[in-house]
């Protein structure tokens, strides 16, 4: 099927023509996003393929669907880019990838913490100027801390289990569906106010809808401990960043670790390195010593690249054989009637 492929880099390139030597579809890289202004590059392409940044509003899905797309096959789990009601009222079907590889981003998780908690990003800087100082280097054992885990599904249960078996942390866990696996092996859930008020590090593991944007806020951070650690390698609007800067601010916050940003689709994928970041926000967070940022790299393994290919051919595949994709988003399931 031909298929046009925004937001390519390199090694989606790689990946996707390596894993298409056995399905055979006729891919067109694009390097640009996906917006208003672009989507006329899709223009006689039956489907599109599509990453976290790439805008689906409905502007852009009615110029998509005038060009003759009918297919948006995103190579990522999550899907809050995607107007879904307008999707299915213009006849798209939408797949997704939903699990190509959990342990990434719960093993980016558990280097986060780590990397916060014992400071290994001042650490590495010291040394290779020479200074070996230890003064402002001091941590915590992570043994018999508590550890919040907001969303039990495949990634938030991996950290779970990590913390609990590797680590022997107490677990506090909230979630609408409790997961008895982790129940049995001591994990906790509470209501979300108790999560917030006895977790030491809290992590987020929870798709991006409206009722979970900005779970993170003025209310629920005044809930949390002094000097709490917080990760975020889910969806970057889970995080009131504005509330975060004055929780940093007045030590509320002990430490920040995301690989995801509300408003990363202008930075995040791009080398920006030889110019002026314009989002005064996010460079306010930069300021910070406590904070540590990767660019939506929790994703960014071998396997994971190999597994969002090969999947996201099959959801194309299926389409074109008049299946279900594997990935099928069901629009009713997922925001109710």
């Known amino acids: 099927m031909k298929t046009a492929v925004f937001s390519t880099r390199s090694y989606d390139e790689c990946f996707l023509k390596a894993a298409n030597q056995k399905a055979g579809h006729e891919l067109h890289f694009f390097e640009a996003r996906l917006t208003e202004r672009t989507c006329r590059l899709a223009e006689g392409f039956p489907a599109v393929c599509v990453f976290v940044n790439d805008q689906l509003d409905r502007p852009v899905l009615e110029k998509l669907a005038s060009g003759g797309t009918r297919l948006i096959a995103l190579r990522c789990a999550g899907f809050n880019n995607v107007d879904l009601r307008a999707a299915e009222a213009l006849g798209f079907t939408v797949a997704r990838v939903p699990a190509y590889s959990p ?191 990767t660019g939506h790299q929790a994703f960014f393994t071998q396997e994971a690249l190999e597994a969002i290919a090969r999947e996201t051919l099959e959801n194309i595949t299926a389409f074109q054989e008049g299946r279900n994709p594997p990935g099928l988003i069901e629009v009713e399931k997922v925001l109710g009637s």
């Open 103 to 293: 342990h990434a981003v719960a093993e980016h998780t558990v280097a986060l913490v780590l990397a916060l908690v014992r400071k290994l990003h001042k650490a590495y800087n010291r040394v290779r100027e020479g200074n070996f100082n230890l003064e402002g280097l001091l941590g915590f054992d992570l043994y018999k801390k508590v550890v919040g885990v907001i969303g039990t599904g495949k990634i938030g249960s991996l950290v779970s289990r990590a913390f609990l078996v590797g680590f022997g942390c107490r677990v506090l866990c909230h979630d609408v569906r409790p997961n008895p696996e982790l129940v049995a092996l001591g994990a906790e859930y509470v209501p979300m106010e108790t999560l917030c008020a006895q977790s030491d590090i809290i992590t987020l593991h929870c798709p991006l809808l409206p009722e979970t944007h900005h779970l993170i806020n003025e209310t629920t951070l005044q809930l949390m401990k002094d000097g709490v650690i917080l990760i975020n390698t889910s969806r970057g609007a889970l995080i009131h960043t504005r509330a975060v800067i004055r929780a940093l601010k007045t030590g509320k916050i002990g430490g920040l670790g995301l690989d995801v940003y509300e408003e990363e689709a202008d930075l995040f994928f791009e080398d920006l390195s030889n110019r002026i970041i314009q989002d005064d926000v996010f460079a306010r967070m930069l300021t910070f010593p406590n904070v540590i940022i």
